[in-house]
């Protein structure tokens, strides 16, 4: 399917971003959903991603964070905090080692110089892991993580080996091929 048509069929069905067809595809195939409560959604504007949890997992309570406002979501909580910052929550903070899954899409802002960008894709994606190992159930949670082909990602996927027990990492249909963008998943079994 071309990129495009993502889109349209996001807009369609309703869902804010045509970002979801790729988390759809991940929660497919590391078949995810299963024993699923308390999600925490990082970098979730507009909502797309808040939305499928919604949809594919009722009963779930997903706790969204990003530093852009976020229109209202039924059963989603959203708080307008970097991730820098998301210990300032008492919410989220109450929930630490009881969240199942959190998913990050967070993308900073590019400056164009691939040694900054590189180096400041590596920090959030090394603070999405901490926070991740912090808030999860360290008894079976999981971590569904974005990041990009760069010189850092042999790293961060060895940072996150030293943590889950089952790594992976997938490049969806729905993501661009020109784009960099991968993602990595990690179960704690
Ligand atoms: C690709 S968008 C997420 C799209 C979303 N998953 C969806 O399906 O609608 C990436 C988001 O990361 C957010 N972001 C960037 N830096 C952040 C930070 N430090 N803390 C929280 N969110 C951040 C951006 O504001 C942006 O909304």
Do not use: C, H
Not at 14 to 27: D, H, M, N, P, T
Not at 78 to 100: M, P, Q, Y
Not at 119 to 144: F, H, P, R, W
């Amino acid at each position: 399917m071309y990129a495009d048509n993502w889109s349209i069929k996001a807009k369609n069905a309703g869902y804010r971003s045509r970002a979801i067809y790729k988390l759809e595809e991940i929660l497919q195939k590391t078949k995810s959903t299963t024993g699923i409560r308390n999600v925490l959604d990082i970098g979730s504007a507009p909502g797309g991603w808040s939305q499928l949890i919604r949809s594919k997992i009722k009963n779930s309570n997903v706790y969204a964070i990003d530093i852009l406002d976020m229109p209202n979501i039924e059963g989603v909580r959203f708080f307008n905090v970097s991730i820098e910052n998301i210990d300032s929550i008492t919410e989220i903070r109450e929930l630490k080692d009881k969240f199942d899954l959190v998913i990050s899409d967070l993308a900073p802002n590019i400056s164009g110089i691939a040694a900054v960008d590189n180096e400041n894709i590596y920090d959030l994606n090394v603070l999405t892991l901490n926070t991740a190992i912090k808030y999860l159930n360290s008894n079976k949670g999981s971590l569904i993580m974005k990041t990009f082909q760069n010189n850092k990602l042999k790293s961060l996927r060895k940072k996150m080996e030293l943590s889950f027990e089952v790594v992976q990492t997938l490049k969806p249909a729905a993501s661009k091929k020109q784009s960099g963008e991968i993602f990595l998943y990690g179960a704690i079994k």
